[in-house]
Antibody, heavy 119, light 111 residues
């Protein structure tokens, strides 16, 4: 059974940093692209970032480019999102999602971790 | 990276069919056959229902179907059931550096 489990969310002050983790199991992690998608309270979904299976290719939404860094450790089956210079508008549930490259779709999602940026 | 356009709400009675639209541009929906639909119940993670415009993942009932014409994609839910009441989001691939752009979501109410 495919499972992805996010952790690392919490309350952080504007301008602060936070690192999210996503532990994956039930599939060959090193063969799959992975992504982060967020959802602000009461709002819709927003794609944030993605990384290729090897980690050599990284992709970012304009809203986070230059502030967030996605990475992965295939030896630990873990995906990361380093978030710097956080803003109030980054407040959201952050979902880790497996990306099915052949279908360009987010096929398995975690339950999410809440990030709150507030003073 | 503009969001795709969905109606904020849709509704239907049990047993009826309802169709939700998703409008983009030639740079996303119209340019690729990579439209997906997700179902999200309150407080839950999104679940993939349709991908590559018309394909259903294993376990998704065939009451759910997708289509596309030009820059607009559609999700049709037939034989509505109470458990279909949820938020539905479309997404589209939008090029090599943008893995996905989402619609604003449609709240489906089963009357």
């Amino acid at each position: 059974e495919v499972q992805v489990l996010e952790s690392g969310g919490g309350l952080v002050q504007p301008g602060g940093s936070l690192r999210l983790s996503c532990a994956a199991s039930g599939f060959t992690f090193s063969s799959c692209a992975m992504t982060w998608v967020r959802q602000a309270p009461g709002k819709g979904l927003e794609w944030v970032s993605g990384v290729s299976s090897s980690g050599g290719g990284t992709y970012y939404a304009d809203s986070v480019k230059g502030r967030f860094t996605i990475s992965r450790d295939n030896s630990k089956n873990t995906l990361y999102l380093q978030m710097n210079s956080l803003r109030a508008e980054d407040t959201a549930i952050y979902y880790c999602a497996k990306f099915l490259w052949s279908g360009r779709t987010f096929d398995y999602w975690g339950q999410g971790t809440l990030v709150t940026v507030s003073s | 990276q503009s969001a795709l356009t969905q109606p904020p709400s849709a509704s239907g009675s049990p047993g009826q069919s309802v169709t939700i639209s998703c409008t983009g541009t030639s740079s996303d929906v119209g340019g690729y056959n990579y439209v997906s639909w997700y179902q999200q119940h309150p407080g839950k993670a999104p679940k993939l229902m349709i991908y590559e415009v018309t394909k259903r993942p294993s376990g998704v009932p065939d009451r759910f179907s997708g289509s596309k014409s030009g820059n607009t994609a559609s999700l049709t839910v037939s034989e509505l059931q109470a458990e279909d009441e949820a938020d539905y989001y479309c997404s589209s691939y939008a090029g090599s550096n943008t893995l996905g752009v989402f619609g604003g979501g449609t709240k489906l109410t089963v009357l």
